[in-house]
């Protein structure tokens, strides 16, 4: 969750939710996560514009909280014609200064400035940026783990997924930035035991 954890962790890193079922302690702080918890977060996603749009946005939280971005993703969807990466590829100085004059997205010239590069650099592609992403995925566990503290913030898999990226012109994709972009795309299934998401292909309950 791109570092994100509330400080519900300290109580418990699985928590019952008003609906009876249980689940990792963030997913229940607030509304907004509870649903992205339960029907985005872990489970694989596949496609080149839906990575992009990912992978954007883990770059545009960098710094703030992932709960920032996310009631933010509509405005971002707006603003970035549905992270479409040929539209975004062909983005010049006066779409950075329109992007920078939108009050509905983080107005960070930076990470304008990558999301653009990182789109250029995905058209570069041979195989798409999809193929090129899930290359890195490692193979999945035996079992979840059992609390957060189990949970690395990179592995040696963000880590060659993030030099690979940087070899081929992205940026604002370090190992860090990678591991919770494999998190969220459930390239790894980091929900916990005893949580009640089952993820295609990845973790079953408990």
Aim: a neutral charge; one cysteine or more; charged letters at 20%.
């Amino acid at each position: 969750m791109s570092g994100d954890w509330p400080t519900v962790y300290a109580v418990s890193d699985l928590v019952i939710g008003a609906d009876g079922l249980p689940r990792c302690a963030w997913g229940s702080s607030t509304p907004d996560y509870a649903v992205y918890h339960d029907t985005e977060w872990g489970r694989p996603l596949h496609g080149d514009d839906a990575l992009y749009e990912r992978m954007t946005l883990e770059a545009f939280q960098s710094g703030l909280s992932w709960l920032t971005i996310l009631r933010k993703r509509a405005n971002f969807r707006l603003a970035f014609d549905d992270f479409h990466i040929s539209t975004v590829a062909g983005y010049g100085e006066a779409e950075v200064n329109r992007l920078l004059a939108d009050a509905g997205i983080v107005r960070n010239r930076a990470k304008i400035e990558a999301a653009i590069a990182n789109a250029r650099a995905a058209l570069d592609l041979p195989d798409g940026l999809s193929k090129l992403l899930w290359s890195y995925a490692p193979p999945p566990r035996a079992s979840r783990p059992t609390s957060f503290a189990q949970v690395p913030a990179l592995t040696a898999e963000s880590t060659a997924m993030a030099k690979a990226l940087k070899k081929r012109g992205f940026r604002f994709v370090g190992p860090t930035t990678a591991y919770a972009l494999m998190q969220a795309t459930g390239m790894v299934d980091d929900h916990l035991a005893g949580c009640h998401v089952v993820t295609p292909g990845g973790g079953v309950m408990g």
